[in-house]
């Protein structure tokens, strides 16, 4: 794993944001991918490097104040009006032009982050601003009515509802409340509750299984036991292919020529997350062996397979963050197998 950090952390800049990956069209700082591919510093006990990724979150949110005061102040009409959801890896400024930055998913993911590592014993809050900017955040979700109000979802495409972004500010908000580290109303967790519940198992009126489901597992397990084997079960069946798995079914982003849509293997890593969550090993082994055999042999994960070949984005940041929490995972599951035998 050691490799596929180096690799990673190849994509880091001073300031502590990482570009996508080192191809010309993903040298930008996307707020998901960088708190993914922070994430991996906490299973590796690195938490002053966990800290100073997320931080760098903070820092393009507090630069941009004004935008999601006057969201709240003016529900957005315009795509340009929300939150951007990539920024220059250097000065942290918007990227111009047209893009789905509609991306409810990454604000819940900051949220749950912030929250999940207070309860860790891990705080990220600095000061008064940093509070106020949580706070914020939640006013702001509430102006963009995220349980009933479509967004760019995960993959930053049409708007639509998406039970993947709904149910990670619900995650969000309901950690930020839990660890009270803002006001949250009762009812702006009532109504994101409910909105999930109307479109589980489906991600969107119109699509019934997508990747971006697997949050919903972990990070948030915002669904119950239940539901959750219904989402396992639906994305194996449909989106599994050979290097990894499709993000929905259809998808034609680096479409091989025989017709298979893109293969993301940090799909197989999530999945094998997602088992060493369930406490079981066999199968995280499983989809961990898969998704270690689509790592190149200079330690890094592709962002997409096509006609059996790596795509120009290679590595990705967050795909290579996800095979170490893999690791890492699977390995701690092990150790407490094998003190109970």
């Not at 949110?61 to 102040?73: F, N, Q, V």
């Not at 669904?223 to 079914?249: A, D, F, T």
């Amino acid at each position: 794993m050691d490799r596929i950090l180096r690799e990673m952390e190849k994509l880091q800049r001073p300031s502590g944001a990482f570009v996508a990956a080192p191809s010309e069209d993903y040298q930008a700082c996307w707020i998901r991918d960088q708190l993914y591919a922070s994430f991996c510093y906490y299973y590796i006990n690195r938490f002053e490097k966990l800290k100073k990724g997320i931080w760098v979150i903070f820092d393009i949110l507090h630069k941009h104040r004004s935008k999601i005061e006057a969201a709240i102040c003016t529900p957005p009409k315009d795509t340009s009006c929300y939150l951007n959801a990539k920024y220059n890896p250097d000065t942290l400024e918007e990227l111009p032009g047209p893009w789905g930055h509609h991306q409810l998913d990454m604000l819940g993911l900051f949220l749950y982050t912030v929250a999940d590592l207070d309860f860790k014993n891990i705080p990220l809050i600095r000061n008064k601003n940093d509070s106020e900017l949580i706070q914020l955040l939640v006013f702001y979700l509430l102006s963009v009515r995220y349980w009933e109000n479509p967004d760019n979802g995960m993959w930053e495409e049409n708007l639509d509802l998406h039970s993947s972004s709904i149910g990670s500010a619900l995650a969000g908000l309901s950690y930020i409340q839990r660890r009270n580290l803002a006001v949250v109303r009762n009812s702006l967790i009532t109504l994101g509750r409910e909105a999930l519940n109307k479109l589980l198992p489906n991600e969107s009126p119109h699509r019934d299984t997508d990747m971006a489901q697997l949050s919903l597992i972990w990070p948030y397990n915002i669904v119950s036991s239940q539901m959750s084997e219904k989402i396992l079960g639906n994305v194996k069946k449909k989106l599994v292919q050979k290097h990894g798995l499709n993000r929905y079914w259809g998808d034609n982003y680096f479409r091989s020529k025989n017709g298979i849509s893109g293969e993301w293997p940090l799909g197989f890593f999530w999945l094998s997350i997602i088992a060493s969550q369930h406490h079981d090993v066999k199968e995280g082994q499983y989809w961990y062996a898969r998704g270690n055999d689509q790592i190149t042999r200079h330690g890094n994960v592709p962002e997409i397979y096509q006609d059996e070949i790596p795509n120009n984005h290679t590595p990705l940041a967050w795909a290579n963050s996800f095979a170490i929490v893999a690791k890492a995972k699977l390995d701690a599951e092990l150790q407490k197998k094998q003190k109970a035998d």
